[in-house]
């Protein structure tokens, strides 16, 4: 049985930018250029929605949660054992909480000369891998130190942590997690000694990644990196009936694309879709909503400069209104253009939002738009597909040739794959490395 969420987030994946659903108006006074805008779904599958919601949430944690301060990428993994257990979102949160207990606990400990010190972070759950795979993980940005408050000063103390430390903390990881497994009845004290037995346990913790204080724009990338979506649209490529995606990064086997199905792909996809109403992103510690210690951290953040842009982009996104300034502001973000600077280089501005059925109609048939938008076929019994019905007269009921349901196109590519692992974090040139 599929999820009512999931459903609900292909009906209105297929809707996202269709002008005849509905649109903005975008006028220019000077030389009277017009063009339409389509309203997007704003839905957890879409490639292009989750792309602008990656790009508000850096901008967000940069500019109004994180000083001045350096921070951390831990990076979470598990086993294959438990993963089937993480899709049950209950067992997920417990997990991160967990993870994000342990995290803090070495950071406080690195500094054992600072009484009353809190740290902080900002947890991201991704529940895929590189290969589209279900493959649940976490990404914590973490301050690199801890904060001390005396009386109205606010003090950032850094920490000290050794590769040791991390590989304790590892450690600490694997037994807190089981022996949450066991407890909830999951896992036998046998399958955990069992599992602990093992040389290399199937958890992995990487804390390599560190970014300065002074880097915020490297700051940003790497929170767009924790947050990006699962997959990207302009990857996909048609090879006959089948579809290749190409990876955004070489497999253990060396494999750049994979071939699928196109409904495969689809059950793929459908896996990766967050459970609805689930943040997908946590504050711990001292950026916790309710922290003491958090006005005082978010005021430094806001009093820090942030990325650079050019002086005209951002006095047209003060200028816009409340509905358009997040869009102005994120499309200067992305591509430093200006998204209301008409080609004569006067302002253009939305001047209606169109919603009506009759009034879309109107204005794209005047145009020539289509003025309708494909749906999903009906829901159809397999029973009266009769599927399922032996043929008579053979050896095993079925048939001794079948023809392909495609009458063209070149076979496809074989790309397979032995295993389904894949590291949930890489290098980017953009990180620096201690």
């Not at 302009?234 to 290749?244: A, F, I, M, Q, V």
């Amino acid at each position: 049985m599929i999820p009512f969420y999931v459903h609900r987030e292909f009906q209105g994946f297929i809707k996202c930018g269709i002008l005849s659903h509905g649109f903005a108006c975008v006028h220019c006074n000077a030389c009277n250029k017009e063009f339409l805008v389509g309203f997007s779904c704003k839905l957890r599958l879409c490639p292009s929605c989750c792309t602008r919601n990656m790009v508000e949430t850096a901008a967000h944690i940069q500019e109004n949660v994180i000083g001045p301060h350096p921070v951390r990428q831990w990076v979470v993994s598990f086993p294959k054992r438990i993963r089937h257990y993480l899709q049950t979102d209950a067992i997920l949160q417990k997990v991160l909480r967990i993870v994000a207990n342990e995290i803090k606990k070495k950071v406080i400990a690195s500094r054992p000369d600072i009484s009353n010190s809190e740290f902080g972070a900002v947890s991201f759950i991704q529940r895929f891998g590189n290969t589209l795979n279900y493959h649940p993980h976490f990404h914590f940005i973490v301050v690199d130190g801890v904060f001390e408050k005396n009386g109205e000063t606010l003090t950032f103390h850094e920490a000290i942590l050794t590769p040791d430390d991390i590989a304790d903390t590892q450690d600490a990881i694997e037994n807190s997690v089981l022996r949450f497994f066991n407890r909830r009845g999951l896992f036998d004290n046998e399958e955990v000694e069992k599992i602990l037995g093992y040389e290399n346990t199937g958890f992995s913790l990487d804390a390599k990644v560190k970014i300065q204080p002074w880097d915020r724009t490297g700051l940003e990338k790497l929170i767009r990196y924790c947050a990006r979506p699962a997959f990207a649209s302009e990857n996909l490529r048609w090879n006959g009936p089948w579809l290749n995606y190409r990876l955004p990064k070489t497999c253990h086997t060396g494999k750049t694309f994979i071939t699928l199905d196109p409904i495969e792909f689809i059950d793929k996809i459908a896996m990766l879709i967050p459970p609805a109403r689930r943040h997908r992103h946590h504050y711990h510690g001292a950026f916790a909503p309710n922290s003491a210690l958090r006005p005082a951290i978010t005021k430094t953040a806001i009093e820090t400069p942030s990325i650079v842009i050019s002086t005209p982009v951002q006095e047209t996104a003060q200028k816009t209104s409340k509905a358009s300034f997040t869009w102005a502001k994120l499309i200067a973000r992305i591509y430093e253009a200006d998204p209301l600077l008409c080609d004569c280089g006067k302002e253009m501005k939305i001047i209606k939002i169109v919603t009506s059925p009759t009034q879309i109609w109107h204005i794209l048939s005047k145009i020539g738009w289509p003025t309708t938008a494909p749906d999903f076929d009906e829901p159809q019994d397999l029973v009266e597909w009769e599927i399922c019905q032996l043929i008579p007269g053979t050896v095993d009921g079925f048939p001794e040739e079948c023809d392909l349901p495609y009458s063209s196109g070149p076979d496809p590519p074989e790309c397979h794959f032995s295993d389904n692992i894949d590291s949930p974090h890489w290098e980017d040139s953009f990180i620096q490395y201690d």
